[in-house]
């Protein structure tokens, strides 16, 4: 199993531009979720899914979106980059409560973003 | 308000000493427990779940205090290799399951000096 893969590793982006960051799970897991990390906040969530077809905002959601349409994959799209953004990324998945381990979240390895 | 309190340190500790902290949580509704790592430019790795009773592994302790609402993470005989940053995780007693029912801290950074 590659676990967790997240696409791209590095980007750049100039202020304005749109992008899809792509993360995708082999282990059949229903939750997924994306988090960005900078420095002194910790990992905050953006958005994250219960399931195929389904997704929620997490604490800080505005400039990004989400679509879960199969249960391997769930890609975040920044609409217009701004420098506030620039960040790094990461992807989780976990099998949910009720599954043994369900809690265990599983992270992709991350993408770091610049926007200038 | 769900909150998780971590010291950031860094905590700068010889080669085969004992290093200890804590993680302070507000929300009594808190449900489970766990320690990530996370290496340097990595992703955060599960490191251990925390139970009411304790657990150990190989030189990992890691124990919860309802009352006082804190975990702790304690390391034996550190080693090099234990340089990283401990993320304190906490989840909510609620049925959905999601990631919005997660609080991380924003981690103990500790060095392991030879």
């Known amino acids: 199993n590659a676990g967790v893969t997240q696409t791209p590793k590095f980007q750049v982006l100039k202020t304005g531009q749109s992008m899809t960051l792509q993360c995708a799970q082999d282990?059949?897991?229903?939750?997924m979720s994306w988090y960005r990390q900078d420095p002194g906040m910790g990992l905050r969530l953006i958005h994250y899914s219960v399931g195929a077809g389904i997704t929620d905002q997490g604490e800080v959601p505005n400039g990004y979106n989400v679509s879960r349409s199969t249960t391997e994959d769930f890609p975040l799209r920044l609409l217009s980059a701004a420098p506030s953004q620039t960040s790094v990324y990461f992807c989780a998945s976990s099998s949910g409560p009720g599954t043994s381990g369900g809690e265990t979240q599983y992270f992709g390895p991350g993408t770091r973003l610049l926007v200038l | 308000r769900k909150e998780v309190e971590q010291d950031p340190g860094p905590f700068n500790v010889p080669e085969g000493a004992t290093v200890a902290f804590n993680c302070t949580y507000s929300?009594?509704?808190?449900?489970?427990f766990f320690w990530y790592r996370q290496d340097c430019r990595k992703e955060p790795k599960l490191l251990m779940s925390v139970y009411s009773s304790g657990n150990e592994d190989g030189r990992f302790t890691a124990q919860l205090n309802r009352a006082s609402q804190y975990i702790s993470l304690l390391i034996r005989d550190s080693k090099l290799s234990d340089s990283a940053t401990y993320l304190c995780?906490?989840?909510?007693?609620?049925?959905?399951?999601?990631?919005?029912?997660?609080?991380f801290g924003k981690g103990t950074h500790l060095i392991i000096q030879p």
């Open positions: 929300n009594s509704a808190s449900q489970s």
């Open positions: 995780v906490v989840t909510l007693r609620y049925s959905g399951g999601g990631a919005d029912g997660l609080t």
């Open positions: 282990m059949n897991h229903e939750y």
